[in-house]
């Protein structure tokens, strides 16, 4: 397999995804798109749409198929790069299929004829054309340099099997978008204070500088990828009201941009969620909020509007966030947010 007609797959689907397209038409707009590939190429189309639904690297919803975190990362990511390598590995590990297989290749030299026993071929051809893996007269080895991020990243899907993407490869990849900007960023927020992340070890270790970026462009490519990771997560639908238009959807910040006191708070999909223009607003600015739970919480001024014209606001009194949503981080922002941004007060709660 080609790893390069590989990523621009990757990358043009990253692209069409918005447009709710179902996984029957994906090899045609594909195929549509790569107009310019050689006919050779163009013949892999059917394996790579195959490989993408087997293997996980999309996922099929009722609103269109979603590229996961890991996956836009890796098509994201220079070539033979740290990056690629962890976001490689980690699309086939979270995948399931190669969770006992990936992790022996940690410490054992291992033969090309063994590595195509144990992997298909297009995760063989990739695997071996990134920098994962050390070759010597047809043996291989994963690179040391990543053995300790490998483990990392096994260690934190073991505690959370629905991770959209580690703790560890997100730092990674905003480390590697704001490298882009380096020379120039100046930050603010420094003084404020970060949520009690578990893995904030981790996160120190790529991005040892608190603040977020006073400059709004560097940090352009990290809001189009926390976009993204929310549209995936909520399966591109506002979660209160399941409305679907692309353009009427935000990826609304738990804890406000402008209070994040670590550019990785701004960028984590756990402090999200995808909600359209209307609930934004009212999240945003303190109207409705969330118990641990997840039950809906709506402020006193609300409430009284919403008594005299429920149908005008689209809020179920009853609504609770979907189970899968309460992960131990996000219900910290969530925290957050009742404490700081809430308007309701203790008697709402």
């Known amino acids: 397999m080609n790893k390069a007609f590989f990523k621009k797959c990757l990358s043009i689907l ?13 090899e045609i707009l594909l195929r ?3 107009v310019d590939e050689n006919k050779e190429t163009i013949h892999l189309l059917p394996q790579v749409c195959s490989y993408l639904r087997k293997y996980h690297f999309l996922k099929d919803t009722e609103n269109g198929i979603d590229l996961t975190a890991c996956a836009t990362v890796f098509a994201k990511a220079d070539s033979s790069s740290a990056l690629e390598a ?3 590995f980690e699309c086939l590990y979270r995948c399931g299929g190669y969770q006992r297989v990936l992790p022996m290749c940690l410490d054992h030299s291992c033969t090309d004829t063994w590595l195509s026993t144990h992997f298909d071929p297009i995760s063989f051809s990739l695997l071996t054309k990134t920098s994962l893996f050390l070759s010597e007269h047809h043996n291989y080895i994963i690179d040391k340099a990543y053995r300790n991020h490998i483990f990392t990243i096994i260690g934190e899907y073991r505690v959370n099997k629905s991770l959209l993407i580690s703790t560890c490869l997100c730092a990674f990849y905003t480390k590697h978008i704001l490298d882009q900007h380096k020379e120039t960023l100046t930050y603010k927020n420094e003084t404020l204070k970060v949520i009690d992340y578990p893995q904030m070890e981790i996160i120190l270790k790529q991005l040892p500088v608190f603040g977020v970026p006073c400059e709004r462009e560097a940090v352009k490519g990290l809001q189009v990828f926390y976009k993204d990771t929310l549209f995936h997560e909520c399966e591109h639908q506002c979660v209160l009201c399941r409305i679907n238009l692309p353009h009427m959807l935000i990826a609304s910040h738990i804890k406000p941009f402008r209070d994040c006191a670590h550019i990785y708070e701004a960028v984590d999909y756990h402090n999200g969620l995808l909600l359209c223009r209307n609930h934004d607003f009212l999240f ?4 409705i909020s969330f118990s641990d739970q997840g039950k809906l919480m709506i402020s006193g001024t609300l409430k009284a ?4 014209n429920a149908d005008a606001y689209q809020l179920n009194t009853d609504f609770q966030l979907p189970y899968e949503l309460l992960n131990q981080e996000r219900k910290l922002f969530l925290a957050y947010h009742r404490t700081h941004i809430y308007q309701g ?3 709402n709660v």
């Open 305 to 308: 509007c919403v008594t005299k």
């Open 32 to 34: 549509n798109e790569l």
């Open 345 to 347: 007060g203790k008697q």
């Open 86 to 88: 962890l976001a490689l």
């Open 284 to 287: 945003d600015q303190g109207y």
């Open 14 to 26: 990253d692209i069409i995804e918005i447009h709710a397209i179902s996984y029957d038409e994906l």
